[in-house]
């Protein structure tokens, strides 16, 4: 036996708005506030004692080109100041891994000069 009113339900109605990745990032770093002073002694850590330092050492191999400088400080320096300056995870985060692919970037470049 049917009942009187039968509802239907469509996919759209079901599915919700995928979000993007970058939304999906941003979501995660803004969830790890719990965790904001570990994030920041990892990203001063990681980033002042092996990025850095690997980085300046291969813009010295490569030819100590001084164009490399101020974007390898620039890395370093926007980590530094968004960890001092206390920013939320949801800032400090993309701003560690941002910086740490412009030192890739840098030290790509540096080993392709190289060659």
Do not use: R
């Not at 850590?45 to 490569?62: E, K, M, N």
């Not at 300056?85 to 030192?103: E, G, N, R, Y």
Request: glycine content about 2%; proline content about 3%; hydrophobic content about 55%.
């Amino acid at each position: 036996m049917e009942t009187t009113i039968q509802q239907h339900q469509t996919e759209e109605e079901n599915s919700k708005p995928a979000l993007s990745k970058w939304k999906q990032f941003i979501n995660w770093a803004d969830k790890q506030e719990e965790n904001h002073l570990g994030w920041t002694a990892f990203s001063l850590t990681a980033h002042g004692c092996l990025f850095t330092i690997v980085t300046v050492f291969v813009i010295y191999l490569a030819g100590n080109h001084f164009i490399f400088w101020p974007f390898a400080i620039a890395a370093m320096a926007a980590t530094l100041l968004t960890n001092l300056a206390a920013m939320p995870t949801k800032i400090t985060i993309p701003t560690l891994f941002a910086s740490v692919l412009l030192d890739i970037i840098i030290i790509a470049i540096c080993l392709i000069s190289m060659l």
